[in-house]
């Protein structure tokens, strides 16, 4: 059995490391052109080399997001970029035009995804694509299993799904809220979130949400397909996407770690342990989950209309770990860290285990040695700390709940 591919979201060069040291196959990233997710850091080409270079000394791949709906003026250099692309060591790229299937087709030998901005949920739509040269596509987010199943029968083209991260309250991201609010286009990456927001809800002239816990909004809650990973695999899926290029390292790492663990139990017959990883990913989840489509249309319960969500401090993440050099740990810090206090640290290779922070040193800006000072909350600084075990470099840093 061909094994299934595990494909995580990285919004900038770290995520993207961090992201495969955790177990993804693959990672989607966006460039600084032709991609949604504007508000992502996004990757110049050269960041791009860079990235390819690091997955495939690990002998996994890297896509590309070209998915914005393009206007006239977008259709300038895209030639160039493309070839850039593949010079880069691109995999494959996600679109949903045919104008740069087509393209992409005829200048490169890139792999050609076809993005859930398509909206991909019948068999017609599948033979078209495939028609087209594309090599995968990516179905709609309200494609349930059984439509999975038709669709693998029926078809030898790749599929890929959503299994982990935001929903959309429109049909795969098609939304036009966010164009009449604040004039930020969400199908060219400048999403403002406003189904997100909290609305009053009047009924004729009466105001129905007197009270602010009343207040309303039109999201979904978060997918999480933790526990359909084996009808996900028997059905034969061939890449799980998890969703989320905005998201934190913490997240990233928590996440693809609880889904790399099961997939493998699985293909080793072993125990799925979903409530070990359910629970390591409540340590970064932000937002109420659900099964979302999986199972056919929602009801109730797989949506957010109420505040009432339990939300982690931010302060639970709080560093990167850069590396291990003479007995001290070095970071990259996130929120503030204390001397002479217990943290968790969540591993790439192991279980996630307590270590004592001590002697705790920090280097200001163009400073040469490390000092004993107070350490501030200011992101990026650079810490160390002494330590006898080797804490590998991308261990997660945070607080024990």
């Not at 503030?336 to 004592?356: C, G, H």
Request: include cysteine; charge should be neutral; aromatic fraction near 8%.
């Amino acid at each position: 059995m061909k094994k299934v591919e595990l494909l995580a979201p990285a919004g900038n060069l770290e995520k993207l490391k961090v992201a495969l040291t955790y177990g993804a196959d693959a990672v989607f990233i966006g460039g600084k052109e032709f991609s949604l997710r504007s508000k992502a850091s996004n990757f110049s080409l050269e960041e791009i080399k860079e990235g390819c270079e690091f997955a495939h000394r690990l002998g996994k791949k890297i896509h590309v997001t070209c998915n914005i709906v393009m206007h006239n003026n977008d259709v300038n250099h895209l030639e160039e970029y493309l070839i850039n692309l593949e010079k880069a060591g691109v995999d494959a790229i996600i679109t949903s035009s045919l104008f740069m299937v087509k393209l992409c087709k005829k200048l490169t030998n890139m792999e050609v995804h076809i993005s859930t901005q398509q909206s991909i949920m019948n068999q017609e739509a599948i033979n078209f694509w495939m028609s087209q040269g594309a090599d995968r596509v990516v179905l709609g987010r309200e494609c349930s299993i059984e439509n999975m199943k038709t669709f693998r029968k029926n078809t030898p083209i790749e599929i890929e799904a959503f299994i982990h991260g935001g929903m959309c309250s429109s049909y795969s991201g098609k939304c036009m809220l966010s164009n009449l609010m604040v004039n930020r286009d969400a199908n060219r990456g400048g999403c403002a979130y406003s189904c997100r927001w909290m609305y009053d809800l009047y009924e004729k002239d009466e105001l129905i949400t007197k009270r602010k816990e009343d207040y309303f909004k039109m999201a979904s809650k978060d997918l999480c397909a933790l526990k359909y990973v084996p009808e996900l695999i028997e059905v034969g899926v061939d890449s799980f996407k998890i969703e989320g290029r905005r998201k934190a390292s913490n997240y990233i790492a928590c996440v693809v770690k609880a889904y790399r663990r099961i997939i493998d139990n699985y293909y080793l017959n072993q125990e799925l342990e979903y409530d070990k990883s359910i629970n390591d990913i409540s340590k970064c989840e932000n937002r109420l989950t659900s099964h979302g489509f999986l199972k056919g249309n929602v009801s109730v319960e797989q949506m957010s209309y109420t505040i009432e969500e339990t939300l982690l401090k931010a302060g639970e993440y709080i560093a990167l770990v850069k590396g291990y050099k003479d007995g001290y740990v070095y970071l990259d810090l996130h929120n503030k860290i204390e001397d002479n206090t217990k943290y968790l640290v969540l591993s790439p290779i192991e279980d996630d285990y307590e270590i004592m922070v001590n002697e705790l040193e920090s280097k200001e800006t163009r400073q040469v040695e490390y000092t004993k000072k107070e350490i501030e909350t200011v992101a990026g600084k650079d810490v160390r700390f002494k330590c006898d075990k080797v804490i590998p470099e991308y261990s997660i840093i945070r607080l024990i709940k």
